[in-house]
């Protein structure tokens, strides 16, 4: 398979992706942001190889779109989202995450223009709401914007 085959450009922004979360991860310790981090980063894994294996069964389904959409509820209770635009850097782990929300966009765009939304929608709306929940992590690690619904 050629470098600039769609599904390795794919694989690769994917796992970059997962590499600047383990980064965002190293920062938080054991906590609760950091188990968040690495459930992402598996089932990043497991969007991987719903790419790299496409004639087999999908590995991400419904109950891991449940799961993206039940965190983010639950960390979007937490902060007050802005209503200005937000410029990264309030904290290094909000920066990191946000660098990490940038680069699932763009694997998210990836997936869409290499053709699997039609063999795997459930990767590229998992993919999408994970973007979503970077998002709020984020506004939560820098803090700023934290109501009292969570704290």
Known sequence: MDKHDPR???LGDVDEASSFLGLARAETGDGEMGTLLLEIQRLLYRVMGDVAM???ANAVGEDDLRFVDEALFEWRVRVEIPREFVVP???RLGALLDVARS???R???SLVAAGYAGDHPHAVR???RISDLLFVAARDAD???R?????
């Open 54 to 56: 496409p004639k087999e």
């Open 8 to 10: 390795i450009i794919v």
């Open 89 to 91: 850097g309030e904290s």
């Open 147 to 151: 109501t009292s619904k969570g704290s």
């Open 143 to 145: 803090g700023r914007f």
């Open 107 to 109: 694997a998210e765009r």
């Open 103 to 105: 680069v699932v966009r």
């Open 126 to 128: 998992v993919v999408n």
